[in-house]
């Protein structure tokens, strides 16, 4: 039978003291003992002051994903569920400790609950999303009569100095073509660590609870060519080779496994997409957009706010700046980890009242979700 699902509790775990941009490279480390000269740039266009890392100075790692994202669920056992009550776990993330066990079954054993459904989403910012609509599909479905669902990050851990030290090396590559550089140096000052976690149950509960009217998901791959990978690197035709396809030397020499974007694809294609589905959604469900009451967009830089804003007027979405609530620049871009900490947020900072309407929107540039 058909249930409604509610929100009712959110926390979000960051680990450490906040790091401020002048001390960024006191944990992530220099690329051949340089500072860095893309730094500034991409701070000054991302807009972030402070964020959080999964590591001491000097690039000591304190925390595991895994780790991060039980101690967000630990928190819900304050009295809003009892451990023993729990029935299902999805967990999200785009940095998995690694490629097997899954991460959910690498959470579920940190935490001393009784065994119950897993499931874990990889991928990149829409993760967390698809681990919700899971939690979600199941308690609506009366599968389940509650569910937590996780988002947890450790980007830090990937974008460490000493793995980009080989392919520095090869100086007359990077002089040859700068762009290779970049792409890799880009996401090392846009990203960081934290996790968050969502208790859904079949009837309201705590303080705020949130009714979750719908959630929609769509992925654009059968159009766009991959935007933003980690574990390959793109061949001639511009197609994604794995991190077999390359001799383990070349693992350090081309840097496989760091992150990497075209950040000419994202700034052609993201903003554009994500108001073309956004059109979808509001037809579909004859969503009154001036309805809204809060609108939560992820926003991967501040660089994108007012893109966003003007795409969406010329498509006739008109959502005033005073509905926008974000909090990017305090905590940072924890990818999937995202749109928890600006829910949480809004709920704990806001004074909300039964009857308004959150819209929340999270883009994912990986291959366009």
Known sequence: MSQEVYITNITKYLPNDPVSNDEMEDY?????????????????????????????????ITHSNAELAAEAVKMLFDGSIEKSDVQLLACGTASPDQVMPSHASMVHGLLDIPSIEI??????????????????????????SNAICTGS??????????????????????????LLAFEKEFLRWMLSDGAGAVLLENKPAGEKPLKIEWIEVKSYAN????????????????EVLGWFRFEPEEWLTKSIFSLKQDTRMLGEYIVKIGGQFLQEVIAKHNLDIQTVDYFL????????????????????????????????TTVGNVATVSFILMLEELMRTRDLKPGQKILLQVPESARFT
């Open 28 to 60: 992530l480390g220099m690329i051949d003992n340089r500072p860095s000269k893309a730094r500034r740039i991409v701070l000054r266009n991302n807009g972030i002051v402070n964020r959080h890392y999964a590591l001491k100075k000097g690039g000591i």
């Open 153 to 178: 990050e450790i980007l830090s851990h990937w974008m460490l100095s000493k793995y980009f030290e080989k392919e520095t090396e090869n100086e007359s590559k990077l002089k040859e073509n700068p």
């Open 223 to 238: 159009e766009k060519e991959t935007c933003m990978y980690a574990g390959g690197d793109k061949g001639p035709e511009g």
């Open 297 to 328: 967009p992820h926003l991967s830089s501040e660089f994108f706010r007012d893109h966003i804003f003007r795409e969406l007027a010329s498509i006739g979405i008109d959502i005033p700046k005073e509905k926008w609530f974000t909090n990017l």
């Open 119 to 144: 499931a874990s989403f990889a991928g990149s910012c829409c993760a967390s999303i698809q681990a919700l609509k899971y939690c979600y599909l199941s308690v609506l479905s009366g599968n389940t």
